[in-house]
Nanobody
Framework: VQLQASGGGLVQAGGSLRLSCAVS????????MGWFRQGLGQEREFVAA????????DYADSVKGRFTISRDNAQSKVDLQMSDLKPEDTAVYYC????????????????WGQGTQVTVSS
């Protein structure tokens, strides 16, 4: 299974970005999908997750009300719409996949993309 994340970039505080993750090589609807991020010198942390049906969604408290995760099973992709971005959102963002909608720690996800850099300037 291969995951390819895209859409990162440089944006001013208060701005928006949309990240996308294309999945290939597997049966996309088998996987719950998530987004994680890792700031410089920090541990990788959970951002958002969505079940294979889209019926279950979870967000980190730090992004609730600002980020929206969605998926398109026909196109085998998962998106993360980020709004009202803050400098503390600056990180490398990773998409990840796992079987079942369970624990949200990185070690519980089997498949990972290469990451895309998001930088928010103040």
């Amino acid at each position: 299974v291969q995951l390819q994340a895209s859409g990162g970039g440089l944006v001013q505080a208060g701005g928006s970005l949309r990240l996308s993750c294309a999945v290939s090589g597997g049966t996309f609807r088998d996987y719950a999908m998530g987004w994680f991020r890792q700031g410089l010198g920090q541990e990788r942390e959970f951002v958002a997750a969505i079940s294979w049906t889209g019926g279950s969604i979870d967000y980190a408290d730090s992004v609730k009300g600002r980020f929206t995760i969605s998926r398109d099973n026909a196109q085998s992709k998962v998106d993360l719409q980020m709004s009202d971005l803050k400098p503390e959102d600056t990180a490398v963002y990773y998409c990840a996949g796992r079987y079942g909608f369970g624990p949200k720690k990185p070690q519980h996800f089997e498949y990972w993309g290469q990451g895309t850099q998001v930088t928010v300037s103040s």
